[in-house]
């Protein structure tokens, strides 16, 4: 609703409220007569009220003037943004609420956002729900178990399987029974231990069809990068494994929401070879030669793939076998 329009609403109650008072001192009066009063009291009161209301109504009657002099202050309405739907997969450990905080309150700031959590797990955890309900963004969350032939065992190496797999294709699923083709949007898949800059989501939101951009601290190198010439992307900076069809971490691209609904088997697939699931799914949209870059022509580092360190809990266990472990019901 425009000023003006709020200020006409305004001075529309004022007048309403002028009609009732002069019908209840109307119906006073009647109840009056014949009675004994004084008179210079109820006049005095009744001219008071009435010069109150004569201010009231002339100050909204200027205000208004003002604003009709000056145009509508707040221009044309804006167009509304493409919504950026964020994916995020996670799961149970000890950093999980700490992470998914972080991430939250940075997303906080971006707006026309919809965040879709996704959980490695068989039922909705309390923990996410809780968090999630008072994160103050639009949010779905969902939930889903990896297999257990696919999942990481205790002391396996981050990089032995794929992960997240199920949960991101899971959000696939629920953005093509939610959304249809007029929906504008772009899908970006945050991981919930990255660090983002702010304007790497401007960077993203009018995707046409996939976009790129440099990542920091990955893949052993300072950076990874699509190598651009002309406005085209020609190649990839990357150390390890540059012969894999599209050599880039999870983090660097984003996918418009027309493409993906318009491409219904497009996925991430479990059997993926290692380094080769961010291309299982690229593979189907896009070619290198249609993909569009961000951040500069790729030159500057908007995304970092930074991670938690594991907490030592080494005191904890200690205290634990003398009975003296922490409160369990403290959700940390």
Known sequence: MTMKMKMMMKLKNVFMLYFLVSICGLMYALTQLGQPCDCTL?????????????????????????????????????????????????????????????????LLHVPSLHWVVVEDSPVKTSLVSELLKRSGLPYTHLCTQTPKDFKLQEGDPNWLKPRGVEQRNLALQWLRENRGPSDEGVVYFADDDNTYSLRLFEEMRFTKRVSVWPVGLVGGVRFERPLVERGKV????????????????????????????????????????????????????????????????????????????????????????QGLGSDPSVEV
């Open 42 to 106: 109820h006049s005095r009161q009744s001219s008071d009220l009435v010069h109150s209301r004569d201010r009231t109504i002339s100050r909204l009657q200027g205000e208004l003037k003002r604003l009709q002099a000056r145009g509508n202050p707040e221009g044309p309405p804006k167009p509304a943004l493409p919504t950026i739907y964020t994916v995020t997969p996670t799961y149970t450990r000890l950093v999980q609420k700490a992470e998914l905080t972080r991430l939250s309150q940075t």
């Open 234 to 321: 020609t190649g990839f900076y990357t150390a390890w494994k540059p012969n894999r069809p599209f050599p880039m971490d999870m983090a660097g691209f984003a996918v418009s929401l027309p493409l993906l609904l318009a491409n219904p088997a497009a996925r991430f697939h479990l059997s993926a070879q290692r380094g080769n699931l961010e291309s299982s799914l690229l593979q189907t949209l896009v070619s290198i030669e249609e993909l569009e870059p961000r951040a500069s022509n790729c030159t500057k580092v908007l995304v970092w793939h930074t991670r938690t360190e594991k907490p030592k809990m080494k005191q904890e266990d200690a205290l634990i076998l």
